[in-house]
């Protein structure tokens, strides 16, 4: 708590001060002084006045004693010449200083201290459900619909097709296609897809014409993107097992995954996992024969890739159909 100032008042306490020479004999109680003189503060005997005129300094009281009347000065706590000084400090007990601050602050008021924020909030940020959809559709309406990874020849007319199946237009900004290897479970090949895909519609990742690919645009014309960012022959591998993963990339959500010829271990990436194919494996697609693995009915998706998954035929950007 603050003190309060208060102000002071100074009174003057009457000081017996010597009259004449100090230099008398020595003495402890008036008593001790021949009569005419008492014992002084600096203990000698002092002559008693009659008249101011007989003290050197002061006026001469009712009682024959020198006193020094002074209006003001400076307090002085101590001695002074063996005398007691005139001035003592009294409180008056007025308090006309200011406020007590102290009081202030314990008075109901509000308090003035900074807020008490607490610890940033440090865990990761809630990003919710993902929507690619230019009309609401989810990414994950994207499926990995028909796969062709092995022919009879030389495999140089391999491709996946993904597919549309909502009801509105997705944008495929983000999304990309990791084709993984199963003897390192790593990616040896990575495809990134752009622009918007209407309801319904097909891309169609294809080996590179110009590299030896033999499908060309009229083989795909059903689709509405054709990606050629794959080599033109081999460009999907078959030794089994092998995937396919769908990948949103800037939320790192898994969008479909498929993985064929077998099952696999999770797929890791940035500290997560994420499982290539659900369910069983699907029937593989053999070199014998010119076909491929697809949804039957196209666009289906039970969350079994082996009861979703059947040989069919070659339909590259049209629904998908059996042998």
Do not use: W
């Not at 059903?222 to 097992?241: D, Y």
């Not at 494996?281 to 998954?309: E, H, K, M, Y």
């Amino acid at each position: 708590m603050i003190e309060a100032f208060r102000s002071r008042a100074l009174y003057l306490v009457p000081l017996l001060l010597a009259c004449g020479s100090t230099n008398g004999p020595e003495c402890q109680l008036n008593s001790d002084c021949e009569a005419g003189f008492f014992c002084g503060e600096a203990q000698t005997c002092e002559q008693e006045c009659q008249v101011d005129g007989d003290c050197s300094a002061g006026v001469c009281d009712a009682i024959g004693r020198c006193r020094l009347v002074d209006a003001g000065g400076p307090m002085d706590a101590g001695r002074d010449g063996g005398r007691t000084d005139a001035f003592v400090l009294m409180d008056a007990g007025a308090d006309a200083g200011p406020a007590d601050l102290g009081e202030a602050l314990d008075s109901g008021k509000s308090d003035l201290g900074p807020p008490d924020l607490g610890p940033p909030d440090l865990g990761p940020p809630d990003l919710g459900a993902v929507d690619m959809g230019s009309a609401g559709s989810p990414v994950g309406a994207l499926l990995i619909n028909e796969v062709d990874y092995d022919q009879p020849d030389s495999d140089a007319q391999e491709f996946i097709e993904l597919l549309n199946t909502a009801t509105t237009p997705i944008s495929l900004e983000g999304v990309r296609l990791l084709l993984i290897n199963g003897s390192t479970n790593a990616e040896y090949e990575t495809v990134d897809l752009t622009g918007t895909l209407s309801a319904g519609g097909r891309v169609i990742i294809a080996g590179d014409e110009a590299n030896g690919g033999l499908l060309s645009d009229s083989d795909l014309a059903g689709a509405e993107q054709i990606v050629r960012s794959l080599p033109g022959t081999n460009l999907i591998q078959n030794g089994g097992p092998d995937g396919i993963l769908l990948f949103h990339v800037p939320s790192t959500t898994l969008i479909d995954s498929l993985a064929y010829e077998g099952t696999m271990p999770a797929y890791s990436t940035g500290g997560s996992t994420y499982p290539i194919g659900s369910g069983a494996s699907p029937v593989p697609d053999a070199p014998t024969v010119a076909q491929s693995l697809c949804r039957l009915p196209d666009g289906t998706d039970t969350g079994d890739d082996g009861a979703d998954f059947s040989l069919c035929a070659l339909t590259a950007g049209g629904p998908n159909a059996s042998l």
